[in-house]
């Protein structure tokens, strides 16, 4: 849509008289609205479709709202042409001012009809006009995604034999229609750790394989479906997609990039509601209002953390208000991301190119998160609390000294004033405006604080305050004073009782503005160029808004997961069924609009829906009932005979080979080796990674990343600290998304750093070495027995005869290698003094580990 509005700011104070033009013969008579005019401003003078879409202020579709104008008074001036702003804007009064902004401009002739429409008068045609505000509503698109998903029959099929579920059904009545058989079914090994990868995202252990093949009940892949569906670790698995929808990170991004503390708690409070099987429903309107639900928790409110992982602009030159803007077009697109499939935030600056999403549905989206405010919230651990009460005392204590020995309250309560008097008085002293700028920008919730009363400030606010008067105290009273009052001593000293003595955990979380902002149109998404005021309000072309007498983050939320909106279940199917075949049934899954591509499978996307809602929006049984459906089972070999017809597999005629997950990967290697932690949970660890890469960061640099000790250096990858600025190479290197904005679907690449990652990274090297010493201590048999065992630890089954027998031609050339330069054996295997472990031979053994490590089978799901 064309920014209008823009340009009337402009034009705003503008008494330019327009130059005359000549009249077309036309102008001679009385001008008609419908025949004269309307197919001129509706083709020429501005991009909207129709005439009965809205243009910034200008309506063209009853006189009152045309004359009545938008964001500087009246469009149209009836009688007057030369006072009209249209007229203006029509003329190109200034330059670079000029509708239509693109193509060519009207002719005189053209330009003379208009002023003499105007001049005449402006006859306008007597038209009810649409009611303004909630009931304003477009009539439905009739594309198949924004219609509600009907439930289907069930088709027939002739090989009945085939069919496990209903999700058989319509893969085999499609195959059946092109004359194509399905696979076979994949074999035991195959299917336990396809199984295990898919919803815990570890691979089974020997004994689990072992147990799994001996098991011939003709329940045993359904019993192990229920255990792993009741592991807790998977709500780790299925975490990661959230936190990918998220943009989660630890740290906020752009120039300064400091860390978030308690970002991991929002992770925490997913796996955890992941794996309690929480309903969908539920699951999302705590994320979107918690903090709005009756008598809410603090458990409800840590799920808003969700819109917490939102990138923080810190640097000293930014407007607040800017980022501030930012951050709720952010929270708006990753809204629509999520839960609508559509990619709305190609509505912030105009209407949106393809799909029916106005720039007004953009900004009325907008205004839901508008009134939202940061709220961090103090969420002490089971550990956390009774520790602290016990040294509360000798700290206040110790800090009470402190201060008074530097007579830090004295300073600080000059400073403060000083500090509002800058924000009362704007110009007057700059450092002290830099100062207070700044404070908001560095120390969240600051500049609230110093208006009030010491009295009514909490134990957090007055030491966070004194952070800041330590942090500002140069820049404020100079280096002389700085040096003078030894600030220097008492920063340091201050620094390490904070450190000594650490305060409580806590949880970042929405609230609610008391002090709500209005919410307008920005024109061209400028936060500088406010339009019409909006009102919250769901897309207009997804039907009815919530029934609610004011709409609010709760009634949004609760509209999503409702029958009223055609997307949400489809689209979360949808992302179900890409986890575990690779592909969504539309391929497309962040954008379900009207350039996606159709779904390979409609009916059954719809029935998939349907059954997500009528079973309670239960992810747990979706899982189940994909997982145990015939068309999962299948075997992923490649078939010749589908290459032609179907070379993406969008028949679902096989199972697909996926590339693991960055962090599976890592997961999987530590596994096999034995050293991973599987410790549910927690803050975020920094494992080993190359010298330098936090020297590359923003910020900080390298104090952000102190290595990780003990076994928090082999935790899951989802708990690896994630820099915006440097995040974790490996992580990069296997296609993690950069935490910028929502990923629904993940690349899978395939590059040479990949390979040389998994050779030579320090924590793989590690991995060989403790594998090789696993092997040589739980299997003491022949070197046959030694290499099935290592199979079994890294592929979770046997190897063929040629792999066994490549290994070993590969374990004798070390051997040889390694005799003739013993000097290696230290490098290789540097532990001397392991009980009943030859160096030597664990050399060997780490050569073979690094082998099998390496392999393509190890990091994919067949």
Same mark, same amino acid.
């Given at each position: 849509?064309?920014?209008?509005?823009?340009?009337?700011?402009?034009?705003?104070?503008?008494?330019?008289?327009? &130059?005359?033009?000549?009249?077309?013969?036309?102008?001679?008579?009385?001008?008609?609205?419908?025949?004269?005019?309307?197919?001129?401003?509706?083709?020429?003078?501005?991009?909207?479709?129709?005439?009965?879409?809205?243009? /910034?202020?200008?309506?063209?579709?009853?006189?009152?709202?045309?004359?009545?104008?938008?964001?500087?008074?009246?469009?149209?001036?009836? !009688?007057?042409?030369?006072?009209?702003?249209?007229?203006?804007?029509?003329?190109?009064?200034?330059?670079?001012?000029?509708?239509? $902004?693109?193509?060519?401009?009207?002719?005189?002739?053209?330009? /003379?009809?208009?002023?003499?429409?105007?001049?005449?008068?402006?006859?306008?045609?007597?038209?009810?006009? +649409?009611?303004?505000?909630?009931?304003?509503?477009?009539?439905?698109?009739?594309?198949?995604?924004?219609?509600?998903?009907?439930?289907?029959?069930?088709?027939?099929?002739?090989?009945?034999?085939?069919?496990?579920?209903?999700?058989?059904?319509?893969?085999?009545?499609?195959?059946?229609?092109?004359?194509?058989?399905?696979?076979?079914?994949?074999?035991?090994?195959?299917?336990?750790?396809?199984?295990?990868?898919?919803?815990?995202?570890?691979?089974?252990?020997?004994?689990?394989?072992? %147990?799994?093949?001996?098991?011939? +009940?003709?329940?045993?892949?359904?019993?192990?479906?229920?255990?792993?569906?009741?592991?807790? *670790?998977?709500?780790?698995?299925?975490?990661?997609?959230?936190?990918?929808?998220?943009?989660?990170?630890?740290?906020? /991004?752009?120039?300064?990039?400091?860390?978030?503390?308690?970002?991991?708690?929002?992770?925490?409070? #997913?796996?955890?509601?992941?794996?309690?099987?929480?309903?969908?429903?539920?699951?999302?309107?705590?994320?979107?209002?918690?903090?709005?639900?009756?008598?809410?928790?603090?458990?409800?409110?840590?799920?808003? /953390?969700?819109?917490?992982?939102?990138?923080?602009?810190?640097?000293?030159?930014?407007?607040?208000?800017?980022?501030?803007? %930012?951050?709720?077009?952010?929270?708006?697109?990753?809204?629509?991301?999520?839960?609508?499939?559509? #990619?709305?935030?190609?509505?912030?600056?105009?209407? *949106?190119?393809?799909?029916?999403?106005?720039?007004?549905?953009?900004?009325?989206?907008?205004?839901?998160?508008?009134?939202?405010?940061? +709220?961090?919230?103090?969420?002490?651990?089971?550990?956390?609390?009774?520790?602290?009460?016990?040294?509360?005392?000798?700290?206040?204590?110790?800090?009470?000294?402190?201060?008074?020995?530097?007579?830090? +309250?004295?300073?600080?309560?000059?400073?403060?004033?000083?500090?509002?008097?800058?924000?009362? *008085?704007? !110009?007057?002293?700059?450092?002290?405006?830099?100062?207070?700028?700044?404070?908001?920008?560095?120390?969240?919730?600051?500049?609230?604080?110093?208006?009030?009363?010491?009295?009514?400030?909490?134990?957090?606010?007055?030491?966070?305050?004194?952070?800041?008067?330590?942090?500002?105290?140069?820049?404020?009273?100079?280096?002389?004073?700085?040096?003078?009052?030894?600030?220097?001593?008492?920063?340091?000293?201050?620094?390490?009782? @904070?450190?000594?003595?650490?305060?409580?955990?806590?949880?970042?979380?929405?609230?609610?503005?008391?002090?709500?902002?209005?919410?307008?149109?920005?024109?061209?998404?400028?936060?500088?160029?406010?339009?019409?005021?909006?009102?919250?309000?769901? &897309?207009?072309?997804?039907?009815?808004?919530?029934?609610?007498?004011?709409?609010?983050?709760?009634?949004?939320? @609760?509209?999503?997961?409702?029958?009223?909106?055609?997307?949400?279940?489809?689209?979360?199917?949808?992302?179900?069924?890409?986890?575990?075949?690779?592909?969504?049934?539309?391929?497309?899954?962040?954008?379900?609009?009207?350039?996606?591509?159709?779904?390979? *499978?409609?009916?059954?996307?719809?029935?998939?829906?349907?059954?997500?809602?009528?079973?309670?929006?239960?992810?747990?049984?979706?899982?189940?009932?994909?997982?145990?459906?015939?068309?999962?089972?299948?075997?992923?070999?490649?078939?010749?005979?589908?290459?032609?017809?179907?070379?993406?597999?969008?028949?679902?005629?096989?199972?697909?080979?996926?590339?693991?997950?960055?962090?599976?990967?890592?997961?999987?290697?530590?596994?096999? =080796?034995?050293?991973?932690?599987?410790?549910?949970?927690?803050?975020?660890?920094?494992?080993?990674?190359?010298?330098?890469?936090?020297?590359?960061?923003?910020?900080?640099?390298?104090?952000?990343?102190?290595?990780?000790?003990?076994?928090?250096?082999?935790?899951?990858?989802?708990?690896?600290?994630?820099?915006?600025?440097?995040?974790?190479?490996?992580?990069?290197?296997?296609?993690?998304?950069? =935490?910028?904005?929502?990923?629904?679907?993940?690349?899978? =690449?395939?590059?040479?750093?990949?390979?040389?990652?998994? $050779?030579?990274?320090?924590?793989?090297?590690?991995?060989?070495?403790?594998?090789?010493?696993?092997?040589?201590?739980?299997?003491?048999?022949?070197?046959?027995?030694?290499?099935?065992?290592?199979?079994?630890?890294?592929?979770?089954?046997? &190897?063929?005869?040629?792999?066994?027998?490549?290994?070993?031609?590969?374990?004798?050339?070390?051997?040889?290698?390694?005799?003739?330069?013993?000097?290696?054996? %230290?490098?290789?295997?540097?532990?001397?003094?392991?009980?009943?472990?030859? &160096?030597?031979?664990?050399?060997?053994?780490?050569?073979?580990?690094?082998?099998?490590?390496?392999? %393509?089978?190890?990091?994919? @799901?067949?």
């Amino acid at each position: 849509m064309l920014s209008l509005l823009w340009i009337l700011a402009q034009l705003q104070h503008s008494a330019q008289q327009v &130059p005359a033009a000549s009249l077309p013969p036309s102008a001679k008579t009385q001008i008609v609205f419908e025949r004269d005019i309307e197919p001129l401003l509706r083709e020429r003078c501005h991009s909207c479709h129709g005439a009965e879409r809205q243009l /910034g202020g200008l309506r063209l579709d009853n006189r009152a709202s045309a004359l009545a104008g938008g964001y500087s008074g009246p469009v149209i001036t009836p !009688g007057s042409s030369a006072e009209s702003k249209l007229i203006h804007l029509v003329a190109g009064l200034r330059e670079g001012l000029v509708m239509p $902004m693109s193509g060519e401009r009207l002719t005189p002739q053209q330009l /003379g009809l208009l002023r003499a429409w105007i001049d005449q008068g402006v006859s306008w045609p007597n038209r009810a006009p +649409r009611p303004e505000g909630r009931g304003s509503r477009t009539s439905k698109s009739s594309h198949w995604a924004f219609l509600p998903p009907r439930r289907p029959a069930i088709p027939e099929t002739k090989n009945t034999a085939w069919v496990r579920s209903p999700i058989d059904a319509f893969v085999l009545a499609r195959l059946e229609r092109e004359g194509i058989q399905p696979s076979p079914e994949a074999d035991s090994a195959t299917s336990i750790r396809r199984l295990r990868l898919d919803l815990t995202g570890l691979p089974p252990t020997p004994a689990e394989v072992v %147990e799994f093949l001996a098991d011939k +009940r003709p329940d045993a892949y359904q019993r192990l479906v229920d255990r792993l569906l009741a592991s807790p *670790h998977y709500g780790e698995k299925w975490a990661r997609q959230w936190l990918d929808l998220a943009h989660y990170a630890d740290s906020d /991004g752009y120039e300064k990039d400091n860390l978030r503390p308690h970002a991991w708690k929002w992770r925490q409070w #997913t796996i955890e509601a992941l794996n309690r099987n929480m309903p969908f429903d539920q699951f999302t309107i705590e994320q979107i209002a918690g903090d709005s639900l009756p008598n809410a928790t603090v458990e409800q409110k840590a799920a808003t /953390g969700f819109f917490r992982n939102t990138l923080t602009n810190r640097e000293g030159g930014v407007d607040k208000e800017e980022y501030r803007v %930012e951050q709720v077009v952010d929270r708006t697109a990753t809204l629509g991301a999520v839960w609508l499939g559509l #990619t709305v935030g190609c509505a912030r600056c105009h209407d *949106h190119k393809y799909d029916p999403i106005t720039q007004r549905d953009f900004y009325q989206l907008f205004a839901f998160f508008n009134t939202a405010i940061e +709220r961090n919230i103090e969420d002490p651990l089971p550990d956390e609390l009774g520790v602290f009460l016990q040294r509360r005392m000798e700290y206040d204590s110790k800090k009470k000294a402190l201060l008074a020995e530097f007579k830090v +309250r004295e300073l600080q309560e000059g400073w403060e004033k000083l500090a509002l008097e800058a924000a009362a *008085h704007p !110009g007057v002293d700059p450092v002290m405006d830099a100062v207070w700028k700044n404070l908001g920008l560095l120390f969240d919730g600051c500049q609230e604080t110093m208006t009030l009363n010491p009295s009514q400030r909490t134990r957090k606010q007055q030491d966070v305050l004194t952070d800041a008067f330590v942090f500002f105290f140069r820049q404020s009273f100079g280096k002389q004073k700085h040096e003078a009052r030894r600030m220097g001593d008492f920063s340091a000293r201050w620094t390490k009782l @904070r450190e000594e003595y650490p305060g409580l955990t806590e949880v970042q979380t929405l609230a609610e503005n008391p002090d709500p902002p209005r919410t307008h149109i920005l024109i061209r998404g400028d936060f500088r160029q406010p339009g019409l005021e909006v009102q919250p309000n769901t &897309p207009a072309f997804l039907g009815p808004p919530p029934d609610d007498p004011k709409l609010t983050r709760l009634s949004l939320a @609760r509209w999503l997961v409702s029958k009223d909106n055609p997307l949400t279940a489809r689209i979360w199917v949808n992302r179900h069924w890409q986890e575990l075949f690779g592909s969504g049934l539309v391929v497309t899954s962040a954008d379900f609009g009207m350039r996606t591509e159709s779904p390979s *499978h409609p009916d059954l996307l719809d029935w998939l829906a349907t059954e997500f809602i009528d079973t309670g929006w239960n992810m747990k049984k979706i899982h189940k009932m994909i997982v145990e459906s015939a068309t999962y089972r299948q075997s992923s070999t490649a078939r010749a005979d589908l290459r032609p017809p179907d070379p993406y597999n969008r028949l679902l005629a096989r199972q697909s080979r996926l590339r693991l997950s960055a962090e599976s990967i890592r997961d999987v290697v530590l596994a096999a =080796s034995g050293l991973l932690n599987r410790n549910i949970g927690g803050r975020s660890v920094c494992p080993p990674q190359p010298p330098g890469v936090s020297d590359l960061a923003f910020g900080f640099g390298p104090a952000k990343w102190t290595e990780s000790t003990g076994s928090d250096r082999y935790r899951r990858g989802l708990y690896i600290r994630f820099l915006r600025t440097a995040p974790y190479p490996q992580l990069v290197t296997f296609d993690a998304p950069d =935490s910028m904005v929502s990923c629904s679907r993940r690349d899978r =690449s395939t590059t040479p750093l990949q390979a040389l990652n998994l $050779m030579n990274d320090p924590v793989f090297f590690e991995a060989a070495q403790v594998l090789a010493a696993r092997i040589l201590r739980e299997e003491r048999g022949s070197l046959a027995r030694r290499i099935d065992y290592a199979f079994l630890l890294c592929l979770a089954r046997e &190897p063929r005869p040629p792999e066994r027998d490549e290994v070993m031609r590969h374990y004798r050339r070390l051997t040889e290698i390694l005799q003739n330069s013993p000097e290696l054996v %230290e490098t290789l295997f540097p532990a001397k003094d392991l009980q009943d472990i030859d &160096p030597a031979e664990a050399a060997v053994w780490v050569g073979v580990s690094r082998l099998l490590l390496n392999l %393509e089978e190890l990091i994919t @799901r067949s």
